[in-house]
């Protein structure tokens, strides 16, 4: 395992991390996520991520109920949150008011049962709150020294500069870090926009959904086996993610992997780290033998030459900063 700066800033983070999301609290009970978050702690990863709104707080209980049976100490890990979607039937349950980020922050710490967050997120960009007054909630949380860095999770390019403007005017403290959803058929708007952020404003990105729900593993390519999240009622609203025109390129990614001697989300994993910008890939697991297999990706980083990227960039084809 490596380990990358987040953008100009100094903590460092695993270039594989572990997500809880979907899975932990929900899917998955509590004794398999320690097996999962051991795994990945034996290989490296030092940064687990999360957010409020996962299995509605439960997530972050059993991630915190995890850290202190595994006996890990704090200062090794790097652990985030999110606030922005509903947490209650309230009018101010929600969003990116100040008084919603105070109050979602003190349950966040609660449940996962740590004095700070390394990251706080805001999970999505809240147009009924004025940026100052999200910037000023986010800058008065880490002089209380609840947050170390925060972040955003699926803002544009122009909203994370207008952040780290009014950020600058008044000696706040700016985002440091955002959190995309990136992989090798979403692609446009890290490529085009946050790829800047990154290099305008010193934000590091942190990545999720890198195997597009699991399509990019080549496990749907003959149809939505048994036992799978899409084959699960409650994932009905992910099943857009497989078409015919992705499962075609996943056919031929797989001859690619398979020349490569990797499994085909080992090279979906690998991909998203060819790009300096990306500090730590967000994986996903629900057994601890696919955190093994996540994590032998990095065996295959100097694997992806020029000519193999060329070639994969071929089969993609959705390269958005290619001369049409």
Known sequence: MEYRKV???????????L????TY??????????????????HGVNFFDNADIYAMGQAE?????????????????VISSKVFWPFGDGPNDRGLSRKHIMEAVHGSLKRLGTDYLDFYFCHRYDPEVEVEEVVRAMDDLV???????WGTS???????????????????????????????????????????????????????SPLASGVLTGKYNSGIPQGSRLADPDYDWLRGVITAERVAKVRQLTEVANELGCSMAQLALVWLLRKPEI????????????????????????????????RIEEILANDPNAES
């Open 7 to 17: 953008g100009r800033h100094g903590i460092k983070i695993s270039e594989f991390s």
């Open 19 to 22: 997500g809880a999301w979907v």
């Open 25 to 42: 609290g929900g899917q998955v009970g509590e004794d398999v996520a320690l097996e999962c978050m051991q795994a990945a702690y034996e």
């Open 61 to 77: 209980v059993v991630i915190g109920n995890v850290i202190r049976k595994l006996g890990l100490n704090r200062t090794d890990l």
């Open 143 to 149: 002089h209380q020294g609840k947050v170390l860095y």
């Open 154 to 208: 699926e803002w544009r390019g122009h909203q994370i500069a207008d952040a780290v403007g009014v950020a600058h005017q008044w000696g706040l403290y700016a985002p440091a870090i955002e959190q995309p959803h990136y992989n090798m058929f979403t692609r446009h708007i890290v490529e085009t926009e946050l790829m800047d952020a990154a290099h305008n404003h010193g934000v590091g990105l942190v990545v999720w």
């Open 279 to 310: 500090t730590s890939v967000i994986t996903g697991a629900s057994r601890a033998e696919q955190v093994h297999e996540n994590m032998k990706a990095l065996e295959f980083k100097d694997k992806l030459t020029p000519d193999v990227l060329a």
